[in-house]
Antibody, heavy 118, light 110 residues
Framework: EVQLVESGGGLIQPGGSLRLSCAAS????????MSWVRQAPGKGLEWVSV???????YYADSVKGRFTISRDNSRNTLYLQMTSLRAEDTAVYYC????????????WGQGTLVTVSS | QSALTQPASVSGSPGQSITISCTGT?????????VSWYQQHPGKAPKLIIF???YRPSGVSNRFSGSKSGSTASLTISGLQAEDEADYYC??????????FGTGTEVTVL
């Protein structure tokens, strides 16, 4: 059974850094495309970043240069390192296992809330 | 990376059919057959219901169907049921090798 469990969210001051984790089970992270998607409170979904099985990474313009997606094959875990955080980064962050053929998010975690506030 | 345009809300009576539109550009919806749709109930993670414009994942009701014409994709829910009341989002691959979601549509079953 595919499971994705995010952690690492919390309250952080503007300008601070935070690393989110997404522990996967039931499949191998490095064999799959993996994405981060966020949702600000009461707002819609926003795609954040993807890492392909080959290791290529891509980012939304809103986070480029501040966020870094990565994975640890030994831990079968996906990460999102977030720096220079802003109030507008406040959201629930979901990790997702994507299709390797096409562009769709097959499985989602339950999400972790990041609140950027002083 | 502007969000795809969806109507804010759509409503229908039980048993009726409703259609949700998703308008993008030639750089996303119009340029690729990589449109997907997600259903999200309050407080829950999104769930994939349509991928590659017209395909349903295993286990998703055949009351959900997708289509595309030019830069506008559509999701149709037929035989509307109370459990279909949720938010719906479209998504597309874009030419910048990134993804983009729609603005979201709240479906109300009257």
């Amino acid at each position: 059974e595919v499971q994705l469990v995010e952690s690492g969210g919390g309250l952080i001051q503007p300008g601070g850094s935070l690393r989110l984790s997404c522990a996967a089970s039931g499949f191998i992270v490095s064999d799959n495309y993996m994405s981060w998607v966020r949702q600000a409170p009461g707002k819609g979904l926003e795609w954040v970043s993807v890492i392909y099985s080959g290791g290529s990474t891509y980012y939304a313009d809103s986070v480029k240069g501040r966020f870094t997606i990565s994975r640890d094959n030994s831990r079968n875990t996906l990460y999102l390192q977030m720096t220079s955080l802003r109030a507008e980064d406040t959201a629930v962050y979901y990790c997702a296992r994507d299709s390797n053929n096409g562009w769709h998010h097959l499985y989602w975690g339950q999400g972790t809330l990041v609140t950027v506030s002083s | 990376q502007s969000a795809l345009t969806q109507p804010a809300s759509v409503s229908g009576s039980p048993g009726q059919s409703i259609t949700i539109s998703c308008t993008g550009t030639s750089s996303d919806v119009g340029g690729y057959n990589y449109v997907s749709w997600y259903q999200q109930h309050p407080g829950k993670a999104p769930k994939l219901i349509i991928f590659d414009v017209t395909y349903r994942p295993s286990g998703v009701s055949n009351r959900f169907s997708g289509s595309k014409s030019g830069s506008t994709a559509s999701l149709t829910i037929s035989g509307l049921q109370a459990e279909d009341e949720a938010d719906y989002y479209c998504s597309s691959y874009s030419s910048s090798r990134t993804g983009v979601f729609g603005t979201g549509t709240e479906v109300t079953v009257l």
